[in-house]
């Protein structure tokens, strides 16, 4: 009889042992870990599926027009050529732009948007008719600025305000309007 109880013990010890996955990982993150689609990768060496590990949409180069604040056209802006890039999954995006004919842009000229915070750093300047708009980036852009990550109609809308509009007669005036960021080069 005690040999039938000894292994009865021992049959059912290695039946839980045989049922629990010791190679399972573990639920809990530990220390160095990092979330993933499926748990959490522990080993940083490990190539586990992590969303964030996917690269995000390339940039390209697109345009830019200038609107006043009512959605007529800013008679005689030029095109301002601009490269786009947006992460929707993470929400930062940004808008660099490019000097061109009729646009002066300084070499840090950029808006950015991190998580719906909309910043802003550099100039440019539109050479139009009679006069040149200036627009300090890091003044005269609105955090009510909108970035598109699908680019279905528009891929955002720059609002400036405050921004100086100086006829090379008469006293500079403030500008209040917007930048549409629209298609792709060579599609619009």
């Known amino acids: 009889m005690r040999v039938k109880s000894t292994l009865s013990i021992l049959v059912l010890v290695s ?4 049922c629990s996955d010791v190679n399972a990982p573990s639920r809990t993150m530990s220390a160095g870990s990092r979330p ?5 990768c522990d080993n940083p060496d490990d190539p586990c599926f992590d969303l ?22 800013f008679t005689g802006a030029p095109v301002v050529h601009v490269t786009y890039f947006m992460n929707k999954t993470e929400n930062n995006g940004w ?7 009729g646009v002066v842009a300084s070499p840090n000229a950029k808006i950015s948007i991190h998580q719906g915070t909309v910043s802003g750093k550099g100039t440019v300047q539109l050479i139009v008719p009679g006069s040149v ?3 300090d980036l890091s003044k005269n852009v609105s955090g009510k600025s909108t ?3 699908d680019c279905s109609k528009s891929c955002g809308t720059i609002l400036i305000s405050g921004a100086t509009l100086t006829p090379k007669v008469g006293k500079p005036s403030i500008f209040n309007g917007q930048l549409v960021i629209g298609g792709i080069i060579g599609l619009d």
């Open 95 to 101: 808008v660099m732009f490019n000097s061109s004919d």
């Open 15 to 18: 039946f839980v042992a045989a």
């Open 147 to 149: 970035f598109n990550g």
């Open 133 to 135: 708009l200036s627009i």
């Open 52 to 73: 964030r590990a996917l690269p995000p949409p390339p940039s390209f180069d697109t345009t830019a027009i200038a609107l006043n604040t009512d959605g007529s056209a």
């Open 36 to 40: 993933s689609a499926f748990g959490f």
